[in-house]
């Protein structure tokens, strides 16, 4: 029995229904820039609609179709050159995708000069279709698309508060996926997911420089929103950064627990991998089930001279019980684990320096500027360790750097900073407590 509830997907499509039909109030979120923006792009939206709308194949007919007529560097387009560039379309398939096109106002036709001309709504859609002529797709190209459109529009000068919105939400969204793979503690999650973080890191961090232009220039121009969503974006990506040392206990967690199978040198790891290659598991046996267990009948006579035959018959002598091995040398081997952030270490030095020359305070900014804005937030991140008392009894360097003789304490003044990527910092000195 069907749900009286449930609509059909093709009255949905075929009835034509006002936007408003979809809301409670009967009317649209008029407190949404995003429902407002697409009511805008009215026009963009029926053009995407006369392209992917219908049969899968005439999809990609028209699709294709119309990126060719957009690669060709003719300002108007003939007929005739039409037909002699798409000789291997059916005229009458050419026709239908044309006429699709034409009503879409992505092409024009001039009756005059019987020839087409792209329109510039033609134009508006292909950079939307750039990613289809992409040869392969990465699993990071997500990323890749949203920091190329920002920083491409922040340069050009066409930035808009959404994009930084969607980029802010794709971090984060990351920085979650990464969670998981730390907290599902399997190997092989983790080590697929720090390939990913370590590919999503480098292009983030070659968007730094973006980042830190667009703050300057939304401070400069007075756009408070834009300010204010790019600082976060920048906080997403030194939360993300803060995440390169838990990847590292993680993975040395998962090496701890590998077990190596006697001295051969092959570890649980290398099994599961060499399993997981094997096409046929059920192969490995062989023969072994192949055959089925007959029973056999015998009478009492039978048995008896089964066993007289077994009493008499020669027995071999039994061998000597040969003695274990002699012991062997274990191969050399090397044991290759990612290294900590290069701040958590340069940091611990300073603070070790300032510890043997006696000082007793000293101000917040040499400890935490220096290279990049996202490694002075990091080690921004790290101040608040020194003196955890939770985290002194660890082991490694978070330990250390909580057992410190050091205590940061933040003022509520701010003031300008003469850094190259930080303009304005909170005030803070960094008191040595006696041991």
Do not use: C
Not at 55 to 60: D, H, L, M, N, T
Not at 286 to 293: P, R
Not at 385 to 390: E, S
Request: charged share 25%; no cysteine.
């Amino acid at each position: 029995m069907s749900d009286p509830r449930a609509t059909p997907t093709s009255s949905l499509d075929d009835s034509p229904r006002s936007p408003d039909e979809f809301f409670r109030d009967g009317g649209g979120p008029v407190d949404s820039l995003l429902w407002w923006q697409l009511e805008r792009h009215e026009a963009l939206l029926a053009a995407q609609r006369a392209l992917f709308g219908g049969e899968a194949a005439w999809v990609r007919l028209r699709v294709w179709v119309f990126l060719e007529l957009m690669g060709l560097p003719a300002a108007r387009l003939a007929r005739d050159d039409l037909n002699r560039h798409f000789h291997h379309v059916r005229e009458d398939a050419l026709e239908t995708a044309l006429k699709r096109l034409r009503d879409a106002g992505l092409l024009h036709w001039d009756a005059s000069t019987q020839t087409y001309a792209i329109t510039p709504l033609a134009q508006s859609v292909v950079a939307m279709l750039q990613p289809l002529t992409a040869d392969a797709a990465g699993p990071d190209d997500d990323l890749a698309a949203l920091l190329a459109g920002v920083a491409g529009a922040h340069q050009l000068g066409l930035l808009e508060p959404q994009q930084l919105n969607m980029l802010q939400a794709q971090l984060q969204r990351l920085r979650a996926e990464f969670a998981d793979a730390m907290a599902s503690g399997s190997e092989f999650e983790l080590r697929r997911a720090n390939a990913r973080f370590e590919r999503s890191m480098m292009l983030v961090d070659k968007a730094s420089d973006a980042v830190k232009a667009i703050i300057e220039q939304a401070q400069a121009s007075g756009h408070a929103r834009l300010e204010r969503l790019a600082r976060e974006l920048a906080s997403a990506q030194a939360g993300l950064l803060v995440m390169a040392s838990q990847f590292n206990r993680a993975l040395q967690q998962a090496d701890r627990q590998r077990v190596t199978l006697g001295s051969t040198g092959v570890t649980t790891t290398d099994l599961r991998q060499w399993l997981q290659r094997v096409p046929q598991l059920e192969a490995l046996l062989g023969d072994a089930l192949s055959t089925g267990v007959q029973p056999v009948v015998v009478a009492a006579q039978e048995l008896v001279d089964g066993a007289e035959a077994e009493f008499e018959r020669d027995r071999p002598k039994p061998a000597d019980a040969a003695g274990l091995p002699a012991a062997q040398t274990a191969p050399d081997g090397r044991l290759e684990v990612l290294s900590l952030p290069p701040e958590l270490g340069a940091l611990q030095v300073l603070l070790d320096g300032w510890t043997a020359e006696g000082r007793g305070s000293q101000p917040v900014a040499p400890a935490v500027l220096g290279g990049s804005y996202a490694s002075a937030a990091y080690r921004a991140q790290l101040l608040p360790l020194l003196g955890d008392p939770q985290a002194r009894h660890l082991k490694g360097a978070t330990g250390d750097m909580a057992r410190q003789p050091w205590r940061v304490r933040w003022s509520a003044e701010q003031g300008e900073i003469d850094d190259r990527f930080v303009a304005w910092m909170s005030r803070g000195d960094l008191l040595s407590e006696p041991e």
